[in-house]
């Protein structure tokens, strides 16, 4: 069972509509979570990080966190094409400095 | 930008020859990772470092080695090169304070290695 999952996508959406990203994750220990935006060709960029269950805002991005349900997922409002891209989720191995990467969802926004 | 750099950012190598690639940061964190990402994989742990001479495995080590003499270079080597380790590689730093509360990476641009 893969430790952090993602569904590939790709997840298209028309310009303006709010993009939904969801990952589930496996180890309940797990503290830390992390939105990546990665263009083709390009490497990872952070969005955002959570730490806490509930919401976490900034600007047109919204990370959920859900530790009972262990889950996390990202919400883009007002997509827009540029916001096209691979999105990674990647989450803390506890007792470690190391983390775990999903696969990544593609997003598509359609102008 | 966090300041990471990778070199080289192309490379092309034959099958058997040993091969070096260099992280080298300027932000003076403590922890450095090496990943490769390939299609249907994402991005998968090869080795990491959390201090300068003390490194450890990740998931996929076998067949690379590291070294970390300073502060702000990781080197990742591929012993003899296969073309199973033709991918995108890439450097990443933090400065992750606790065990088991991540901090931030920040990711270098990457390195392409094709094995023939």
């Known amino acids: 069972q893969k430790e952090v999952e993602q569904n590939s996508g790709p997840l298209s959406v028309p310009e303006g509509a709010i993009a939904s990203l969801n990952c589930t994750y496996s180890d309940r220990g797990s503290q830390s979570f992390f939105w990546y935006r990665q263009y083709s060709g390009k490497s990872p960029e952070l969005i955002m990080f959570?730490?806490?269950?509930g919401d976490k805002e900034d600007g047109r991005f919204t990370a959920q966190l859900n530790k009972a349900s262990q889950y996390v997922s990202l919400l883009i409002r007002d997509s827009q094409p540029s916001d096209s891209a691979t999105y990674l989720c990647a989450v803390n191995q506890p007792g470690t400095y190391k983390y775990i990467f999903g696969t990544g969802t593609r997003l598509k926004v359609l102008a | 930008d966090a300041g990471i750099t990778q070199s080289p950012r192309h490379k092309v190598t034959e099958t058997g020859t040993p091969v070096t690639l260099r992280c080298h940061q300027t932000e003076n964190h403590r922890y450095m990772y090496w990943y490769r990402q390939d299609p249907g994989h994402g991005l998968r742990l090869i080795h990491y470092s959390y201090g300068v001479k003390d490194t450890d495995k990740g998931e996929v080590s076998d067949g690379y080695s590291v070294s970390r003499s300073k502060t702000e270079d990781f080197l990742l080597t591929l012993e003899s090169a296969t073309s199973s380790q033709t991918s995108v590689y890439f450097c990443a730093i933090s400065d992750s304070g606790l065990a088991g509360v991540g901090e931030t990476q920040y990711f270098g641009p990457g390195t392409r290695l094709l094995v023939l």
């Open positions: 959570i730490y806490s269950n």
